[in-house]
């Protein structure tokens, strides 16, 4: 989370790049989250998730979602953290 916290506060990106749909379904088995995209990219900080260079396609997978989605939501007291508040059936 450190990487994540460091990489945020250097910048103060111009949001203009490329844009995503407002929200994506991103697909579980155990029941799909439904990701907000235009809420979380509002601060405009794009490499939070998405990292050096520009913005595009990502795929996280069950483990480096977890690390970054409830990382980030445990670290600001704020965003679900409980199984059922994201996979949803
Ligand atoms: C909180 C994390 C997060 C932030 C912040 C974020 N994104 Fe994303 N972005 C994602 C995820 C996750 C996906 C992949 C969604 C999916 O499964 O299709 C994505 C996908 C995208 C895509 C690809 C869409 C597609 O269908 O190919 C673009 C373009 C994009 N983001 C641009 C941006 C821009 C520009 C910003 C900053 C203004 C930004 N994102 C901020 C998480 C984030
Ligand atoms: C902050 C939201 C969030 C929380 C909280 C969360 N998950 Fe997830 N989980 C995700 C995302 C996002 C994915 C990745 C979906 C993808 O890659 O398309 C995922 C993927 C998974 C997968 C893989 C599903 C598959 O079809 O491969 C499992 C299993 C899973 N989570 C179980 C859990 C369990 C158990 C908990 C509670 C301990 C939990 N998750 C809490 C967001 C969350
Ligand atoms: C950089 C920090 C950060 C990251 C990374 C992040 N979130 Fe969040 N998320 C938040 C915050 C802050 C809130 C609370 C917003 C509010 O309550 O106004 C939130 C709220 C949410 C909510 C509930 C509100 C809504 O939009 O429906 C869901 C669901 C959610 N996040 C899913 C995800 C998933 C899935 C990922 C990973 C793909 C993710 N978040 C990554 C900061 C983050």
Same mark, same amino acid.
């Given at each position: 989370?450190?990487?994540?916290?460091?990489?945020?506060?250097?910048?103060?990106?111009?949001?203009?790049?490329?844009?995503?749909?407002?929200?994506?379904?991103?697909?579980?088995?155990?029941?799909?989250?439904?990701?907000?995209?235009?809420?979380?990219? $509002?601060a405009?900080? @794009? !490499?939070? *998730? =998405?990292?050096?260079?520009?913005? &595009?396609?990502?795929?996280? #997978?069950?483990?480096? $979602?977890?690390?970054? @989605? !409830?990382? *980030? =939501?445990?670290?600001?007291?704020? &965003?679900?953290?409980?199984? #059922?508040?994201?996979?949803?059936?």
């Amino acid at each position: 989370m450190k990487k994540l916290i460091v990489a945020a506060a250097m910048v103060a990106f111009a949001a203009s790049t490329a844009l995503a749909a407002d929200t994506v379904v991103m697909k579980a088995k155990n029941g799909n989250v439904t990701f907000n995209h235009k809420e979380h990219s $509002a601060a405009g900080d @794009c !490499k939070a *998730c =998405h990292g050096e260079g520009t913005p &595009g396609k990502l795929t996280l #997978g069950k483990d480096a $979602a977890h690390k970054l @989605c !409830k990382g *980030c =939501h445990e670290t600001k007291k704020a &965003g679900p953290t409980k199984c #059922g508040d994201c996979h949803k059936k």
